[in-house]
């Protein structure tokens, strides 16, 4: 029986990012929407950064988060999106015990989207894709496994953000530029042209994708496929990029129907194959 209390979470990664939603809906129905409120909730601090920014308004964000995590918000009725989004977190968040660091290195990340230099070095870009994209892979960690603070998780995750963060700089680079930004670093930029770049890079995340793909069996057997369906998805998108020798100027590269069909299928068969692992 599904539950209606958090139906508008599930529209809200519908909504905003197909690959996840169709990855993390094979999760077991409370689990789903325990993602479904991490993303939300990740979500917000995207579009309050994009839309509006504003420091203040993040740093408002921010100590509403550290009164949930000491449990100190109230149980009023909510009375709009973003209240329906923060009670929906603060339950999922206490029931599946998540850690704070996580959530705080991605207001680090926002606050330096907000206040954005290009990157000097390479070292400069790994930190930032740890700061908004593996630290969520480190927050849904409790919801995914037991144990999560074993140190082959962590790096899965880490691993597995800044794969997911090359992919997204690769496949806006257009858009980016267009917003003044660049999001290469200028020490690669110095050695590279911009195809060896987009290349070295690619290959860098594709080699991830890889490795965190034989580390599955780290997670439990109910999550291995979503995060399975997860890199797939991803790392189809990379391939397209490949495939198209990097166009990525003019516009933006995503899998079409039957490109996300086929990606689906290979992770499904992966899976079967590699159900019987430990």
């Excluded at 950064?49 to 149980?75: A, P």
């Excluded at 994209?133 to 995914?144: D, E, H, T």
């Excluded at 858009?175 to 930029?189: C, I, K, M, T």
């Excluded at 995060?227 to 198209?244: D, E, P, S, V």
Aim: net charge positive; aromatic share 14%.
């Amino acid at each position: 029986m599904k539950n209606k209390e958090y139906e508008f979470l599930e529209e809200i990664i519908k909504k905003n990012s197909t690959s996840f939603y169709r990855a993390f809906k094979k999760l077991p129905e409370d689990k789903a929407l325990a993602v479904y409120a991490v993303y939300a909730f990740c979500r917000l601090l995207d579009d309050t950064v994009d839309l509006h920014n504003d420091k203040g308004e993040i740093l408002q964000l921010e100590n509403k988060f550290i009164k949930i995590t000491e449990n100190k918000e109230s149980d009023k009725q909510p009375d709009d999106e973003k209240e329906d989004i923060w009670l929906a977190f603060s339950h999922f968040y206490h029931k599946y015990n998540l850690k704070p660091e996580p959530f705080k290195m991605m207001f680090q990340g926002q606050y330096y989207d907000l206040d954005f230099k290009p990157f000097k070095t390479k070292e400069e870009l790994d930190h930032y894709c740890d700061l908004v994209a593996g630290s969520v892979g480190l927050m849904l960690l409790p919801i995914l496994s037991e144990n999560n603070n074993d140190e082959d998780k962590q790096n899965f995750a880490l691993d597995l953000g800044r794969a997911m963060q090359y992919t997204n700089i690769l496949r806006d680079v257009g858009e980016d530029s267009r917003r003044n930004r660049s999001y290469l670093p200028e020490d690669l930029q110095r050695i590279y042209k911009n195809q060896e770049l987009y290349r070295k890079l690619g290959q860098e995340a594709i080699d991830k994708y890889a490795l965190c793909q034989k580390q599955i069996t780290l997670f439990n057997k109910d999550s291995r496929y979503p995060l399975l369906l997860a890199i797939y998805y991803y790392r189809g998108i990379l391939q397209k990029l490949f495939k198209t020798n990097f166009d990525n100027e003019n516009k933006r590269t995503y899998l079409n129907k039957w490109e996300k069909i086929i990606v689906l299928l290979k992770a499904r068969i992966y899976y079967f194959l590699n159900k019987k692992r430990a």
